[in-house]
């Protein structure tokens, strides 16, 4: 009887349970499932649709058997398997959470966890903050990240931790391939994050013989074919800018002299003709970059930080730019020129890197979107900037959005 009581506890349905996440307790000891306490989408629960007085009647096909209410929009359904209406429901309307009307027990209906895969819960976390961070409807002013921070730590495998500081790039790299295999996305299948961030680009190697050798010796190596130009097809998530070499003498006042370059010089190395030699432990290469597809949103990380056996290097160079209406469509081969229409980016949010290598700190100039207004955020502090003094800054990363078709016009918002 203890037995059979208990497997009735469990699951009262004689529906297939496999996509359903409800909370189990038996006799003597929790079986909780504990997955259904971080459940991402208990709050899409709208309690104002909420009616439980109606007949416990399944609204397509009239059942009053296994009888479900959906918590989004307040209609009934019937069952919880694959085929079963409840679950019709949940994957067309994109509507998870239900409530079985007899057992009173909750159930996350239409997503499919992967057994064992750890880097699912980096996906619930960053989605439950950002619908914290943009719910119009929120009871507190403030929004904490902290288990957001936790999920980073455990499926990092603390390669970045909440009490030390990391470097934004390399986080930001992290981050961004573990969100797309969390969501499904391969190489060859995308997602989310590849459909915003991702681009393509040509790159042309070409091997370069030893500087040692004899100069007979290099001409005869430079006709062979290992020693050709290759021409190869990559994706990218984000472009590096190298910086100009920083100046190693100070001026008349005994001052380090504060170098400037212009955002179009550094963007020079992709446009199919600027050459940059690449060594490796054992070969040098002669590579040039070439853009064929731009994303949505595009990337720049400026390369500050050189590191070496023993310490590491910043170069504190002032890169100069504009806000908005770069446009880009030099750095794109013929072919992309006559496809791709829009090629103008505004910039969106600037992450600025201030201090010594290993001992400076992080900031953020971020556009809202809804006033034109820039903010600049550092920790819990948040202030707001002028445009002018965001080209200051000794900028790491930038974020930019490509204007829509219909954005031609001087548009001030950058959006």
């Given amino acids: 009887m203890v037995s059979l009581k208990r497997e009735r506890e469990v699951d009262l349905d004689d529906d297939d349970n496999e996509d359903g996440v409800a909370a189990k307790v038996g006799r ?106 943009w719910n119009p409807r929120n009871f507190k002013a403030h ?36 969100l797309h295999g969390a969501l499904g996305g391969t190489k060859k299948k995308p997602s989310i994050i590849t459909k915003a961030f991702q681009g393509y680009m040509r790159i042309f190697s070409k091997k370069l013989p030893h500087p040692d050798l004899p100069p007979e010796e290099k001409e005869a190596l430079l006709t062979t074919d290992e020693y050709q130009e290759q021409m190869s097809e990559s994706s990218f998530l984000f472009l590096t800018l190298d910086l100009p070499t920083a100046p190693l003498y100070k001026d008349e006042k005994e ?36 853009l064929t597809k731009l994303p949505p949103y595009l ?17 504190p ?15 794109l081969t013929e072919e992309a020129q006559a496809t791709e229409k829009n090629t103008t980016y505004d910039l969106i949010a600037n992450v600025v890197h201030d201090g010594k290598p290993t001992e400076g700190a992080y900031r953020i100039h971020v556009l809202h979107h809804g006033t034109g207004k820039w903010y600049e955020m550092q920790d819990l502090q948040v202030t707001d900037i002028l445009p002018q003094m965001i080209t200051l800054s000794e900028a790491y990363i930038q974020i930019w959005k490509r204007q829509e078709s219909n954005d031609g016009r001087n548009n001030h918002m950058g959006i």
Wanted: glycine residues 4%; hydrophobic residues 40%.
């Fill in 255 to 290: 001052q380090l002299i504060i170098p400037q370059v212009p955002l179009f010089n550094i963007l020079a190395k992709f446009n199919g003709s600027t050459e940059k030699e690449y060594k490796t432990y054992k070969e040098n290469f002669l590579k040039r970059f070439q």
């Fill in 28 to 133: 003597g000891h929790a079986v909780e499932d504990r997955r259904s306490r971080h459940c991402p989408y208990l709050d899409t629960i709208n309690r104002s649709v909420l009616d439980f007085d109606f007949e416990k009647l399944c609204s397509i096909s009239l059942s009053h058997i296994n009888v479900y209410a959906c918590l989004i929009c307040g209609k009934y359904f019937q069952g919880r398997g694959l085929k079963s209406h409840a679950y019709t429901h949940s994957v067309q309307f994109t509507h998870h959470v239900f409530l079985n009307l007899h057992t009173l027990k909750f159930y996350c209906l239409g997503i499919r966890r992967p057994p064992g895969d750890i880097m699912f819960l980096l996906v619930q976390r960053f989605g439950e903050l950002m619908r914290k961070l």
């Fill in 143 to 178: 929004v904490s990240p902290h288990e957001m921070l936790q999920a980073v730590v455990l499926c990092s495998k603390k390669n970045f931790q909440i009490t030390k500081q990391g470097d934004a790039v390399d986080f930001m790299t992290w981050f961004l391939n573990a």
């Fill in 299 to 315: 990337i720049f990380c400026i390369k500050r930080f050189t590191k070496n056996n023993f310490f590491v290097e910043k170069n």
């Fill in 317 to 331: 160079t002032i890169v100069n730019f504009p806000i908005t209406n770069v446009d880009l469509r030099e750095y």
